[in-house]
T-cell receptor, first 115, second 113 residues
Framework: DTEVTQTPKHLVMGMTNKKSLKCEQH?????MYWYKQKAKKPPELMFV???????INESVPSRFSPECPNSSLLNLHLHALQPEDSALYLC??????????????FGPGTRLLVL | GENVEQHPSTLSVQEGDSAVIKCTYS??????FPWYKQELGKGPQLIID?????GEKKDQRIAVTLNKTAKHFSLHITETQPEDSAVYFC????????????FGKGTTLSVSS
């Protein structure tokens, strides 16, 4: 099973709202990622968690706040977003054993619209 | 840092023809090269990957070749079918776990019947 699940599938929010995106995997992977993808563009890395610790933050604005409550779950908390933050938000996971790069498996994404 | 160039940006073929997508990378430390297929409204799906200790890998109608000296790798799809229509992304990374995949800009493949 190589499934990464994400909820919700779609989200519409105003600029003053607070919302959260959720990601879950049960493959025993210890690295989890958030990517942002604009239309007709490749995914861009936002955050990486390795063994539940934040290991990479690609200079993402503080209105995006990641959280990794346990090895299977990854959240992205959203607050005071701007219309330009509208995009497809993708979660991915990988094995992360022995320091070697393993295959990243992506979820279906949450399509976010900020009004 | 790593930079991945992908060509062509769009590719149209007739059903049954072959399709080839090419990528070049800049960082000689990169040694893992996956290819993802993304259909409309879905997340990227891994279709094949290759590591730098291998020159070629094949999985049914899909093959990937890697030329480390020239720093380029290619995706080959034979006997294309309409369901192969999608956006294809190549990517590169080094061997460190939890590091970023650097993606090419993508190729929109259209297979007409």
């Amino acid at each position: 099973d190589t499934e990464v699940t994400q909820t919700p599938k779609h989200l519409v929010m105003g600029m003053t709202n607070k919302k959260s995106l959720k990601c879950e995997q049960h493959m025993g992977h210890r690295a989890m990622y958030w990517y942002k993808q604009k239309a007709k563009k490749p995914p861009e890395l936002m955050f990486v968690y390795s063994y539940e610790k934040l290991s990479i933050n690609e200079s993402v604005p503080s209105r995006f706040s990641p959280e990794c409550p346990n090895s299977s779950l990854l959240n992205l908390h959203l607050h005071a977003l701007q219309p330009e933050d509208s995009a497809l938000y993708l979660c991915a996971s990988s094995q992360d054993e022995g320091g070697h790069q393993e295959t990243q498996y992506f979820g279906p994404g949450t399509r976010l619209l900020v009004l | 840092g790593e930079n991945v160039e992908q060509h062509p940006s769009t590719l149209s073929v007739q059903e049954g023809d072959s399709a080839v997508i090419k990528c070049t990378y800049s960082d000689s430390a990169s040694n893992y090269f996956p290819w993802y297929k993304q259909e409309l409204g879905k997340g990227p799906q891994l279709i094949i990957d290759i590591r730098s200790n291998v020159g070629e890998k094949k999985d049914q109608r899909i093959a990937v070749t890697l030329n480390k000296t020239a720093k380029h790798f290619s995706l080959h799809i034979t006997e294309t079918q309409p369901e192969d229509s999608a956006v294809y992304f190549c990517a590169a990374s080094n061997n460190q776990a939890g590091t970023a995949l650097i993606f090419g800009k993508g190729t929109t493949l259209s297979v007409s019947s």
